[in-house]
């Protein structure tokens, strides 16, 4: 596959994947597009990885983990709303790792990163 694989691998999921094999509604596909799109402009401009550039190996975990934090930090985005990102990406990933072998213990090492508990969570389960 060409270095610049991410890109192809994405539009795959997006088109493909998420519509014809997976059957999900045209609400998902947007959202998921939506995550992808932010994931990409972070990847831009604060690690100065560029779309048309990106390879799936620089999309690791710590990355992922760095983009999260972002989101929160700069985009003042709650738990859901990150959460709902983090789905995305683990949805991309559990594809990959099917499609591409060689990327397992990368979306594996993806897949581990958790869901963020929300407050109101937190609340009803000590009380």
Known sequence: MKETDFAHYLTQFLMQYLPSQVGSKRNTQLSYRDSFSLLLRYCRDSEQLYPEKLTVSKVDRALIVRYLQWLEDERHCKATTR????????????????????YIQQGQQILGIPMKRRIKDLFYTYH
Request: glycine share 0%; net charge negative.
């Open 83 to 102: 959460n709902q990102r983090l789905a995305a990406i683990h949805s991309f990933f559990s594809f990959l790792m099917v499609e591409e072998p060689q």
